[in-house]
């Protein structure tokens, strides 16, 4: 089985190449780098994209957390549709699964990343591609939590020896955190059963404030907050 990843210098998308390279399945696997494109020749873009259509699964990480100029936008909002209309335009046998956050619906939401992710898969075809909308990843070792994805931010406010405070940080954001290991086990999954024309809305067991999971990182850095 071959399967493209974008964003493979991304949290998830290395994590994703890195499990899938470890399997027991043999999976033929490829890096998308979509930094290297050009975003404003249009041609040029799709024929990239077209070199990567006899996978059977494109899986689409990439996006800019923090969008800001037009290629960060592009990225977030555009790029999932090029792959889907060039699948059905070549009537290629790939199937695109398409990472989004689960932020798209809840609509109190209004940051520039969740609205653009919003625009990202508004266009998409949910009888076609199959959606991910994803929580707060969170990688353990042991059962103790790492410096890694989204809590990077956490860990280096608790480095900080010479502030004489730390950032405040809102209690109101209830999180439900998902295991990445737990999340690549279900991946893999959908990828053996060929699973399509699915939106995955995913979150953990589990409801934490921002502040708990500020508070748990800082137990790790044997640190009081």
Same mark, same amino acid.
């Given at each position: 089985m071959k399967i493209s990843i974008t964003g493979t210098t991304g949290f998830l998308g290395s994590k994703i190449l890195k499990r899938l390279g470890k399997s027991k399945k043999n999976y033929i696997l490829?890096? /998308? @780098?979509?930094?290297?494109?050009?975003?404003?020749?249009?041609?040029? %873009?799709? *024929?990239?994209?077209?070199?990567?259509?006899?996978?059977?699964?494109?899986?689409?990480?990439?996006?800019?957390?923090?969008?800001?100029?037009?290629?960060?936008f592009y990225l977030n909002e555009k790029i999932p549709l090029i792959f889907e209309n060039l699948i059905k335009e070549k009537n290629s046998k790939t199937t695109l699964?398409?990472?989004?956050? /689960? @932020?798209?619906?809840?609509?109190?939401?209004?940051?520039?990343?969740? %609205?653009? *992710?919003?625009?990202?898969e508004k266009n998409l075809n949910k009888n076609f591609s199959v959606i991910i909308r994803l929580p707060f990843l969170i990688e353990k070792e042991n059962n103790v939590i790492k410096n890694s994805g989204n809590l990077m931010e956490f860990f280096k406010y608790l480095r900080i020896k010479y502030l004489p405070i730390y950032p405040m940080i809102s209690t109101g954001h209830i999180y439900q955190p998902v295991d990445i290991d737990k999340f690549l086990n279900f991946l893999e999954e959908i990828i053996l059963e060929s699973k399509k024309n699915k939106v995955y809305n995913i979150v953990g067991k589990y409801k934490k404030t921002l502040w708990e999971l500020f508070e748990e990182v800082a137990t790790v850095e044997n640190k009081k907050t």
């Open positions: 490829q890096s /998308i @780098n979509l930094r290297n494109i050009n975003f404003s020749n249009h041609e040029n %873009l799709k *024929k990239e994209i077209e070199s990567y259509l006899d996978s059977d699964f494109i899986i689409n990480c990439a996006a800019s957390l923090n969008p800001k100029n037009q290629n960060d699964i398409h990472f989004s956050t /689960i @932020n798209t619906i809840i609509k109190m939401r209004q940051d520039r990343y969740s %609205l653009s *992710k919003i625009k990202g």
